[in-house]
Each structure stands twice: as C-alpha cells, then as structure tokens.
DNA sequence: GGCTAACCGGAGGATTTTCCTCCAGTTGAC
DNA sequence: GTCAACTGGAGGAAAATCCTCCGGTTAGCC
C-alpha cells in the first residue's frame, strides 16, 4: 500500500501533493465566486484565470463542468451545515440561532450560489448521496430552529420553514460589481424585524414546500 | 407630410404597421422574460423564438442587442413609474403607497429586472436622456414617500432610500423555473413588516446610496 | 543536494454558439 | 386590387468555448 493513500477522506481532497491541494481549493473557490455573479455557464477558461492556475490545471482536476459544480456545491453545502451547527451549538436559544444562520447564508451569499447551481446540482443529487445528506442535515437543523423559535414566542407564529428557506436564497445583485456589504446587512436586518413575533397581520397562504430532491423529471 | 407622419410619439413605437407594432411589444415583452431568467446575454435568437418572431424580425427592429435592452429598460422604467404614480395618487398616505410600490416592483420583479439589465443600461442612460428622466422621476417620488412616511410615524425612522431601492432588486431565483408568486408574495409582507416603525433595534450605518447615473469609468 | 513522480501552464486545433445579412414569399392599408 | 411594408429563416462569417497535449517546473523523499 503506497504511502500517500489513506482513507481518502473527502473524494479528491486527499492523496493530492500539496501544491495540487491548494491549487484545487483555489479553483472551488474562485468558482463559486463566479457562478455567483455570471451563473453557472461561465467559461472555465475565466474560472482557471481568476484561481491564478492554468486551464490544464483545472481539467485535471475536474474533468468536465459538472464535477466543479459538484465540487463548489459541496463545499457551499458545508460551509451552510457548519453555520446551522455552530448556531444552534452556540446561541443562548433558538430565536438566536435561527437569525445567526440567516445573516451567515445571507452575507456570505451561500443561499444565492445554491439558487444559482442548484438547477445543475439537482441532477448531481440524485447520483452523488453525500450531497443529500449534508442538505437534509442542513433542513433538519433549521427546522428544529423554527419550531423552537415559535415555542419561545421569538418568531412570529405563521412563519414556515420554507420562508426561510427562500429568504435565504434571496439574491442582491447590483449593476456592475457585488452589493457592498454593509448596505445588504441591513436589508438583512430589515427582514429579521420582519420575522420576530409581534402584532403583523397574518401572512396569505402559499409557503414555499421545502424537502427532498424531486424524483426525475421526465425528460423533455 | 405622409399620411402616416405623426410627432413620432414613443420612438420607434410609431408609425409602423399594425403587425409590425404587435410583434415589436411580443419582442420586448419576451425579452424582459429571459433578460430577467437568463441574464442580458441570452441569445438573441431566443428572444425571436419565445416571441414567436423570426429573427430577421427582430434584427430589423432592433439593429443590436443595445437597442433592445435599451427598450427593454424604456419599458420596465416607465411601469414602475406609473407603478409610483398611481400608488401615490391613489393611496391614502405615504406609507401605504410606499408599502404598494414596493409590492408591485417585487411581484412584477421589476426592480429584479432592473438589477440585470442595469449595467448595459448605464451606457444608455448617458446618450439617453429620455432614461435618466425617467429614473429621476421616479427616485425623487419615492424619496418623497419615504419622507412623508418617516413623518407620519408609519415608517421606521431609521429606512433610507437606499435601503429601499436595495429591497428592490431582490432576485428570488428558485431552481428551475421562476419562483411561486405566492411564496414570494409572502416574503414581501415578512419585509414590509420589518419596514414598519416599532421598537426594533437600530440599523447599522452604510445605507446604499442612491442617486444619478455614474459619469463616465475610465476604459479598463 | 540530488532524484523523480507528480504537477504545472498555456498554445492551439476542434467544436459549438452566436451573430446578422439577404431575399423569396406574405400581409395590412388604402 | 395594388403595393409598400412586413415576415421568417437559411446559411456563411465571426466569436466564444472546449479540451488535449507536452515541454518545463516543483514538492517530497533519500
């Protein structure tokens, strides 16, 4: 057994020489930077400049298109389960929890690259499982936030888990360059005012359903 | 003077043919569609197919993709200033037509609209003037509603304009298609509802600022 | 320090996408 | 009925994008 072989951990992040492991997280990121602001179509020749590597480098590592996105998807998947982790770990209570998760997903735009890639994501789901479960763990997690929440009485009774859920993936986009962050933060705050339990009138029907990927659609 | 000469009205609107009218507002209408779902580089040739227009079609009517989205924009200005006017002459205070426009331009994903095609507009806007006239009357009506609002008590005191015109163009994209009308609808009311004066806690600084078109960057 | 397997960048040809003109046929207005 | 204005789409030019291949470089181990 060769020395650098291993567990192999998070499929191609181990067994890598240390330049290629970082050369790999640079193009994930630079990836997501990208889908984020020219969707999921941008050319990999742009992603390769931005990551400051070649465009061999990158197809090395990721054979076509769909293994970045997979790629950027899990790592945007993470970086939201570890928000919802620590939240819940940390706050005093849910209420807490529930707005520290929302700021998080909303400055660090996570919902909106997944409401970007999502679509691509979507058939990647159904084959890679590793992806569900970090989604669904990411779910049950704000649920339970919800539902806490409502029985303190800090979130106003008739909000549903898949308000949330679209909230989060609310996109600011502005002319030219990336919304400054200061001016998004609070909208941001504008809406967890929006959220807190308090004499509003009712919300009309019509939450969106959150849940499982959706079995195949036909194909066209 | 040709039986068909007139002041010329809207640029371009008139003195065409009926058909030729028709299928110049299918145009437009298709492309503020897929200018808003696929961004202002969609195909040009798309724009012709979901209009139901051959592309010589659209090419005769619009010499190049700047046309169009300059019309496209002409357009989506003018319904969100009649979307501002009617709401400021009809309501009866300011809050409730600030709470009205902000409602229309979120449910027509007019100021969404915007957010896309804002950056090739800029271009425009400096040669167009009928634009800017446009984009100045409606940011100074709604500076006067979010003015008489702040003295009414009804909005909280803290909500700038920028703040506004950032809530605006909020992208709700959904996986797939466009987002459920009713889903979103109820996000805008969990917005309005932080808008409202009560005792939240203070916004903090760094409200976006609104105001004319840029003079000209220099060339890259 | 020296060795070598692994890694790197980017030139460049193949492929796909997009543009945009042109013209034979159709239609609205009088 | 006449005809100027309009229509759709075929198809070649141009541009964007993909993706392989290989000479040169580097990390990791001795």
Redesign the interface.
């Known amino acids: 057994m060769s020395k650098r072989s291993s567990v192999a951990g998070r499929a191609g992040d181990a067994e890598l020489r240390a330049d290629a492991r970082r050369n790999r997280q640079l193009i994930i990121e630079a990836a997501q930077q990208l889908f984020l602001r ?2 999921a179509d941008v050319p990999l020749e742009e992603i390769a400049r931005r990551a400051g590597v070649g465009i061999g480098t990158l197809y090395r590592r990721f054979p076509d298109r769909n293994a970045l996105i997979h790629a950027a998807g899990l790592a945007m998947l993470e970086r939201l389960a570890e928000l919802a982790e620590s939240a819940w770990r940390e706050e005093p209570d849910a209420w807490h929890a529930l707005r520290r998760f929302l700021r998080g997903a909303l400055e660090l735009r996570l919902g ?1 690259l997944q ?2 890639i ?2 691509r994501l ?1 058939a990647a789901m159904r084959a890679a499982p590793e992806l569900r479960e970090i989604r669904q763990r990411i779910i049950v997690l704000v649920e339970r936030m919800i539902r806490h929440a409502h029985q303190d009485g800090a979130l106003r009774p008739d ?1 549903e888990p ?2 949330i859920a ?2 989060m ?8 360059a990336a ?9 941001v ?8 339990a ?1 004499d ?2 009712e ?6 359903p959150i849940g499982a990927v959706q079995p195949d659609p036909v194909e066209p």
Chains 1, 2 share one sequence.
């Open positions: 020219d969707g909106a409401s970007v999502e679509p979507h909000v898949g308000d679209l909230m993936t609310m996109h600011v986009q502005l002319p030219g919304p400054d962050e200061r001016a998004v933060r609070r909208v705050e504008i809406m967890l005012d929006g959220l807190r308090g509003q009138p919300l009309p029907d019509g939450a969106m």
